[in-house]
Nanobody
Framework: QVQLVESGGGLVQPGGSLRLSCAAS????????MGWYRQAPGKERELVAR???????NYANSVKGRFSISRDSAKNTVYLQMNSLQPEDTAVYYC?????????WGQGTLVTVSS
């Protein structure tokens, strides 16, 4: 059973920054991809950013240039650095890991962008 534990969410003012962390129970290189999704109230869950085992990344158009996904294999952790946050970034952010046909999710961490 894979466990993904997110942390780093909170309340931030518009224009501010946060860094989310996703700690995996095993080696992050056992996964084909790891990523961050978010779900705002009343909306569907959407991809924010993901990174492949080979290190390729892709981002939602809405966060390009503001968010950055990275990883630390020694800590089995994937990060999401979020800069220039806006109220529309308010959502629960979920970590995701894909291994073959298996998909695992973390419990989510709430990010609120408000003045």
């Amino acid at each position: 059973q894979v466990q993904l534990v997110e942390s780093g969410g909170g309340l931030v003012q518009p224009g501010g920054s946060l860094r989310l962390s996703c700690a995996a129970s095993g080696s992050i290189f056992s996964f084909n991809t790891m990523g961050w999704y978010r779900q705002a109230p009343g909306k569907e869950r959407e991809l924010v950013a993901r990174i492949t085992k080979g290190g390729s990344t892709n981002y939602a158009n809405s966060v390009k240039g503001r968010f950055s996904i990275s990883r630390d294999s020694a800590k089995n952790t994937v990060y999401l650095q979020m800069n220039s946050l806006q109220p529309e970034d308010t959502a629960v952010y979920y970590c995701n890991a894909v291994q073959g046909l298996r998909l695992d999710w973390g419990q989510g961490t709430l990010v609120t962008v408000s003045s």
